[in-house]
Structure formats: C-alpha cells, structure tokens
C-alpha cells in the first residue's frame, strides 16, 4: 500500500529535549516536505527536499532541521524544543517539485511540549 | 502574510444542503488550485483541483467554480451528507520552474459538520 508513515504519533516532551519526528514514504517520490497545521493558521511548510541531499527552508523553518540521505526518509528535527512548537506536524511527499499540488499526507504527529 | 484567504472557518449544514467554502488569493501567478480534505486524525488528501483556464471542475458531488478576474475560488458540495464532515482547506500553487519545487500555500481551513 502506498502510504507516507510517520513516528511517533504522539509525543509529550519538555523544553530543550532533542527529539526527532521520523517520516518514510514507500511510492519513489522526489519530493517530500514538512508542515505544520495550527488552529486558524491552515498548513505552513517548515523544510522540504527536492531530492536526496536538497533539502530547502519553507516558510517556517525556525527552530527546525531536516535532512534527506536516502530517497524514502525524511526526518524532522527539533534540536531544542520549545512550547510555540507544540503542534501537530504532517510529512507529505509528491512525485517531483513539479507536481507538489498532488501530495500525499501522513497521518501526523503531535507534539506538546511542555 | 497570508496568500491563500478562505472562509468561512466553520460550517454547519444538514444532511442535503449545499455548503461552500470560498478562496480568495492575491498573487496572480498562482496556476494550480487544489483542494485538500482532512478527517480527525487523519493527514490531508487531495479531494480535486482545476486550473485557471476554466471556469468550473465538477468531481461526483464536488464542483470548484473559478473566478480568474476575481481572483477567487469556490468549493460546492452538492447533497452533503453526514460523511463529508472534515476539514477542508484550499490552496494555490506557484508554477514550476526548472530547478525549483511547485510552492503549495494552504488557506486557513474550514471545518464542516454536515447534520444528519
């Protein structure tokens, strides 16, 4: 099944507490981005990867860090956690830059940090 | 700032109505518009999408209007039923350039509850 899966689900942490939000998609694709949904604020993107080893800041990537060594995985990176980045966080990944219109979600992460 | 403008933010219709969502966005290079459906607990899924050379894209019960002068969008759900309630968030994409990845802006959100 073709899916982009996402670890852990839930996570309750404390400020400064390096975590990393592991994401894996299974359909080949290129392209595969990060994004984070808050109530009112729709979806913004944090980083996204045009392919292995390219990876590029969204529209907020403050506090984030990503990296992309092999095509499937993309893992998010919370170096030093802090309460604002308690929300709920969805990997997405496309066929390429070109067709980002067309992305496919995980089912989300979410995170409080306390 | 926001790019993407939608409301309303929530909606509430009984089971048969007709609820619609509108878009509107301000940069006029903007050619793809997709709309995402999301369930409790569940991520985002492409639900339908248009560009800006027509005017109307009608999917099953779903059907985007398109106003290009407006620079406005609009999702209609026809004979709403109670398993169409979800978050439904629009959304516009820049174009692709060599080199470059589509950027897709979200809208706010609108949660839909569809009363039996």
């Known amino acids: 099944e073709a899916q982009v899966t996402q670890n852990p689900r839930y996570l309750i942490t404390v400020t400064g507490k390096k975590l990393t939000v592991t994401c894996s998609q299974n359909?080949?694709?290129?392209?595969m981005s990060w994004y984070r949904q808050d109530p009112g604020l729709g979806l913004r993107q944090i980083y996204y990867?045009?392919?292995?080893?390219?990876?590029d800041k969204g529209d907020v990537p403050e506090g984030y860090k990503v990296s992309r060594k092999e095509k499937r995985n993309f893992p998010l990176i919370l170096e030093s956690p802090s309460p604002n980045q308690t929300s709920l966080y969805f990997c997405?990944?496309?066929?390429?830059?070109?067709?980002?219109?067309?992305?496919?979600f995980g089912e989300g992460s979410r995170l409080t940090v306390l | 700032q926001q790019q993407v403008k939608q409301s309303p933010q929530s909606l509430i219709v009984q089971k048969g109505g007709i609820p619609i969502i509108n878009c509107a966005y301000e940069?006029?290079?903007?050619?793809?518009f997709p709309w995402y459906q999301q369930f409790p607990g569940k991520g985002p899924a492409l639900l339908i999408a248009i560009r800006p050379d027509v005017s109307e894209k009608k999917e099953g019960r779903f059907t985007i209007s398109f106003n290009k002068s407006a620079k406005q969008f609009s999702l209609h759900i026809m004979d709403s039923q109670p398993g169409d309630s979800a978050t439904y968030f629009c959304a516009a994409s820049s174009p692709w350039s060599s080199g470059s990845a589509r950027q897709l802006t979200f809208g706010s959100g609108t949660q839909l509850t569809v009363l039996p």
């Open positions: 940069n006029t290079a903007f050619d793809y």
């Open positions: 997405a990944s496309s066929l390429s830059g070109q067709n980002t219109g067309e992305l496919f």
């Open positions: 990867s045009m392919n292995v080893e390219v990876t």
């Open positions: 359909m080949n694709h290129e392209y």
